[in-house]
């Protein structure tokens, strides 16, 4: 017997303030008569990951094979799951060119999963033009991005900490920010162990002119 599938409406929405920063996304999930919303944030990530991450959580909230029609704001997403870039970057090993690795490689390929297992279409509106789901999503991406609860984004502090690694070295508050040259602030991030959280930072600097965020090893803390 052919298993039953399902027709469901995704919204997705996903924000950060600043970007790079305290990141957060919203999902609103139609079907049929019923209607749910989900949202979450982290410490520290970027606008793209949290689009990323909006679609990524609202498929895993499917239990059974669906048909799907994903709403989102993002052209970056839809452009690149609808126009078959993402498919290519895998194929590549992760390369968007022979010099550049494609970002959010971590996030893609648990996109991709998702995508083989249900029936997805990717759709593009436009933000803030009157749609009252995606209007809802936007709220609650908000709205999880200024909780005091936030995990960190462990796939954006690796890729920064890697970036970081073949570049001098941004360590004290003072120190000229390599993309602008403006001394860099300390800032603590909001943030609340996970049961499988083995360290968090104790502060970041960030540049308050083009926002750049820089993880210091010597902030980091292992809990004991």
Same mark, same amino acid.
């Given at each position: 017997?052919?298993?039953?599938?399902?027709?469901?409406?995704?919204?997705?929405?996903?924000?950060? *303030?600043?970007?790079?920063?305290?990141?957060? @996304? =919203?999902?609103? /999930?139609?079907?049929? #008569?019923?209607?749910?919303?989900?949202?979450?944030?982290?410490?520290?990530?970027?606008?793209?990951?949290?689009?990323?991450?909006?679609?990524?959580?609202?498929?895993e909230a499917l239990?059974?094979?669906?048909?799907?029609?994903?709403y989102s704001d993002s052209e970056y997403l839809v452009n690149a799951?609808?126009?078959?870039?993402?498919?290519?970057?895998?194929?590549?090993?992760?390369?968007?060119?022979?010099? *550049?690795?494609?970002?959010?490689?971590?996030? @893609? =390929?648990?996109? /991709?999963?998702?995508? #083989?297992?249900?029936?997805?279409?990717?759709?593009w509106i436009k933000a803030h033009a009157g749609n009252p789901e995606n209007e809802r999503c936007d709220q609650l991406s908000l709205e999880a991005l200024k909780q005091d609860d936030l995990t960190p984004d462990e796939g954006y502090q690796k890729f920064v900490e890697t970036k970081d690694a073949s570049k001098t070295k941004v360590t004290s508050e003072g120190q000229p920010c390599r993309s602008c040259s403006t001394p860099v602030i300390k800032r603590a991030p909001r943030s609340k162990r996970k049961p499988d959280q083995l360290y968090y930072y104790e502060y970041y600097l960030y540049c308050p002119k083009c926002h750049a965020i820089y993880l210091v090893e010597g902030a980091k803390r292992y809990f004991e």
């Amino acid at each position: 017997m052919n298993e039953e599938v399902k027709e469901v409406t995704l919204y997705t929405d996903g924000a950060c *303030e600043p970007n790079p920063g305290p990141g957060g @996304w =919203g999902v609103v /999930l139609i079907y049929g #008569n019923h209607r749910k919303e989900l949202s979450g944030g982290f410490q520290l990530s970027t606008n793209n990951r949290m689009e990323i991450i909006a679609a990524i959580k609202g498929l895993e909230a499917l239990k059974t094979l669906c048909k799907v029609t994903l709403y989102s704001d993002s052209e970056y997403l839809v452009n690149a799951m609808m126009q078959g870039w993402v498919s290519r970057w895998q194929r590549d090993d992760w390369w968007r060119n022979k010099e *550049e690795k494609a970002a959010n490689a971590d996030l @893609w =390929g648990k996109l /991709l999963d998702l995508c #083989n297992k249900h029936h997805v279409e990717f759709v593009w509106i436009k933000a803030h033009a009157g749609n009252p789901e995606n209007e809802r999503c936007d709220q609650l991406s908000l709205e999880a991005l200024k909780q005091d609860d936030l995990t960190p984004d462990e796939g954006y502090q690796k890729f920064v900490e890697t970036k970081d690694a073949s570049k001098t070295k941004v360590t004290s508050e003072g120190q000229p920010c390599r993309s602008c040259s403006t001394p860099v602030i300390k800032r603590a991030p909001r943030s609340k162990r996970k049961p499988d959280q083995l360290y968090y930072y104790e502060y970041y600097l960030y540049c308050p002119k083009c926002h750049a965020i820089y993880l210091v090893e010597g902030a980091k803390r292992y809990f004991e």
